[in-house]
């Protein structure tokens, strides 16, 4: 079973990860064994470790995940994930990636060089208004 840390655990997305994760849990796929927040009054997580410092929870429990799952603001994506992915874990981060282009790359390339996946949890794009905005983009109909 894969073990997972969420970050971010207290607000509305990561609801949707917790409902989620359960039901991974029940099909021995994943399950979240530690979460951090800044409000862990907030967390509904039973007989999982708690934290409120990112740092620290990458620091003591990094050889027993697999997967960080990012659901923090989108300034603080590129940082919790090159931070993650640097001491060997996998990522899976909220959309959007980061607040700019350098930022996507610095955490393309952290994946790259520490061979640690990365998946943004970009699930719009299947959705009939982003498919309309990407055909678009690609057939430059509002240029370049």
Same mark, same amino acid.
């Given at each position: 079973?894969?073990?997972?840390?969420?970050?971010?655990?207290?607000? $509305?997305?990561?609801?949707?990860?917790?409902?989620?994760?359960?039901?991974?849990?029940?099909?021995?796929?994943?399950?979240?064994?530690?979460?951090?927040?800044? $409000?862990?009054?907030?967390?509904?997580?039973? %007989?999982?470790?708690?934290?409120?410092?990112? %740092?620290?929870?990458? #620091?003591?429990?990094?050889? %027993?995940?697999?997967?960080?799952?990012?659901?923090?603001?989108?300034?603080? $994506?590129?940082?919790?994930?090159?931070?993650?992915?640097?001491?060997?874990?996998?990522?899976?981060? #909220?959309?959007?990636?980061?607040?700019?282009?350098?930022?996507?790359?610095?955490?393309?390339?952290?994946?790259?060089?520490?061979?640690?996946?990365?998946?943004?949890?970009?699930?719009?794009?299947?959705? $009939?208004?982003?498919?309309?905005?990407?055909?678009?983009?690609? %057939?430059?109909?509002?240029?370049?």
């Amino acid at each position: 079973m894969l073990k997972v840390a969420l970050i971010g655990a207290s607000g $509305h997305i990561s609801k949707r990860h917790i409902t989620a994760y359960q039901q991974l849990k029940e099909e021995n796929i994943a399950e979240i064994v530690a979460c951090c927040d800044i $409000h862990p009054d907030n967390i509904e997580l039973k %007989n999982t470790k708690i934290y409120t410092d990112y %740092n620290k929870l990458i #620091e003591k429990e990094k050889n %027993n995940l697999d997967i960080v799952d990012i659901c923090v603001p989108t300034f603080l $994506h590129k940082d919790f994930s090159i931070k993650a992915m640097e001491a060997g874990i996998n990522v899976l981060c #909220e959309k959007p990636m980061a607040l700019n282009y350098e930022d996507c790359l610095a955490m393309v390339d952290t994946s790259k060089r520490t061979g640690k996946k990365l998946m943004i949890a970009q699930v719009l794009r299947f959705t $009939h208004d982003f498919e309309v905005i990407h055909d678009y983009v690609k %057939n430059e109909k509002l240029g370049k």
